[in-house]
Antibody
Framework: EVQLVQSGAEVKKPGESLKISCKGS????????IGWVRQMPGKGLEWMGI????????RYSPSFQGQVAISADKSISTAYLQWISLKASDTAMYYC??????????????WGQGTMVTVSS | EIVLTQSPGTLSLSPGERATLSCRAS???????LAWYQQKPGQAPRLLIY???SRVTGLPDRFSGRGSGTDFTLTISRLEPEDFAVYYC????????FGGGTKVEIK
């Protein structure tokens, strides 16, 4: 079964760092683009960026460029989303998602279950 | 950067009625790279339509998508109870911009 499994919920303080993960299974992880999507409480979906694990080619939404870092370790079929210094406004659900076809930036057919990040003092 | 504007923000309808959701792009996007998703409370989004009009495998044919250029539509011909949810359009293929969403609620 093709699936993306994300790391668990996090509660952090402003200024702390964080790295959340998304592990793929049931398919050739290296050959599929994998993206990250933010959903703030009660709000819509926002695309953050996308990475191709095969060569780590990474693209960011202008809104998130410089705010987060996306990486991947193809040896363990895992993608990451990282913050150096969290803000309260980073409180949101974060989803990883992947197209259903290899090597193409296609619509997101496969979604992780989401990771809730809460940033509060 | 292309902006996708969805309307209406909320659609109040009864089961069995027809739902028509609009997604307008700030500039032409062709037709190949427009998708629609459904999201229910507490769940991850689910892909419904890609390429503006292609249904994913297993999607009931009461869902249909059409459009090209800057204007796209998702139609649900007869609403079933499980169709009440939030729907998002998305541009993909380089950028992956989402629209703001349309909530389809029970009247």
């Amino acid at each position: 079964e093709v699936q993306l499994v994300q790391s668990g919920a996090e509660v952090k303080k402003p200024g702390e760092s964080l790295k959340i993960s998304c592990k793929g299974s049931g398919y050739s992880f290296s050959n599929y683009w994998i993206g990250w999507v933010r959903q703030m409480p009660g709000k819509g979906l926002e695309w953050m960026g996308i990475i191709y694990p095969g060569d780590s080619d990474t693209r960011y939404s202008p809104s998130f460029q410089g705010q987060v870092a996306i990486s991947a370790d193809k040896s363990i079929s895992t993608a990451y989303l990282q913050w150096i210094s969290l803000k309260a406004s980073d409180t949101a659900m974060y989803y990883c998602a992947s197209p259903g076809a290899p090597a193409v930036m296609d619509a997101f057919d496969i979604w992780g279950q989401g990771t809730m990040v809460t940033v509060s003092s | 950067e292309i902006v996708l504007t969805q309307s209406p923000g909320t659609l109040s309808l009864s089961p069995g009625e027809r739902a028509t959701l609009s997604c307008r792009a700030s500039q032409s996007v062709g037709s190949r790279y427009l998708a629609w998703y459904q999201q229910k409370p507490g769940q991850a989004p689910r892909l419904l339509i890609y390429g503006a009009s292609s249904r994913v495998t297993g999607l009931p044919d009461r869902f249909s998508g059409r459009g090209s250029g800057t204007d796209f539509t998702l139609t649900i011909s007869r609403l079933e109870p499980e169709d009440f949810a939030v729907y998002y359009c998305q541009l993909y293929g380089g950028s992956f911009t989402f629209g703001g969403g349309t909530k389809v609620e029970i009247k």
